[in-house]
């Protein structure tokens, strides 16, 4: 928590489209009781009229947003968080924690066999190919799907920052649908989809996990495999 405040305390300085701290006390995690606390601002939700081009109040998150501000927004993060110095740790680091708790059956013991060869060879493979690559890298939002960007009078801003990693921002492009990514100036739209394999070997490898405490998880195991499935069979492995 410490580390989300200190990501946000920095972009909030380089007028990126986050969410940020509660301006009315002192940045920082708050001890109360048993629980740690952190303060952030709240922001009236609002759908975007596209036909009208008007904007009104109603409960809703970054999936009202056209394609093309979300990449926006999104260029506008990427480019904050170049600005910022801050240790955080690689990518990689996370490939390898997911490659781990997919190979260990006392983590995942629920994942059938099968499944389980899925995901393994996936990851492995796909993170051999993506090596290759030679992509430039910079701090990341580490997961900027739609779930973590509200839709404000502001405009779309990123929330959930204690994801924080380095990597190319192809890899923050797996995490946002197939238009968002498109409008992404410069991206390489091959590695998006190699990351985009990868992203769901991991978060399938979560879900099984067997401390995993996600809502509705029963659910999202079965969920999270299909999409792997649907998309090696739209990507490929080769």
Known sequence: MEFEAEVARRLAETDSPIGELEPR??????????????????????????????????????????????????????????KIDLAAPHITARIAGWAEGVGDPEQTPELRDRDRELVSDTLSRVSAAISRWGSGEQLLHGEPHPANVLSTRRGPLFIDLGTCQRGPVEYDLAYVPDEVAEHYPGANQDLVHHF????WAGVTTMR???????????????????????????????
Do not use: C, K
């Not at 985009?196 to 992203?199: E, F, I, K, V």
């Not at 995993?212 to 080769?238: C, F, K, M, S, V």
């Open 196 to 199: 985009r394999l990868l992203m």
């Open 25 to 82: 006390v002192e940045p920082g995690v708050y001890l109360r009781d048993a629980f740690a606390l952190t303060l952030w601002t709240y922001y009236e939700p609002v759908v975007a009229d596209r036909q009208g081009g008007a904007a009104h109040e109603q409960p809703g998150m970054s999936t009202d947003l056209a394609p093309a501000d979300y990449a926006h927004a999104l260029v506008r993060l990427h480019a904050g968080l170049r």
């Open 208 to 238: 099984w996990n067997r401390n995993d405490q996600y809502p509705n998880r029963d659910y999202w195991r079965i969920e999270t495999l299909n999409q792997l499935r649907a998309a090696l069979d739209r990507y490929g492995l080769d």
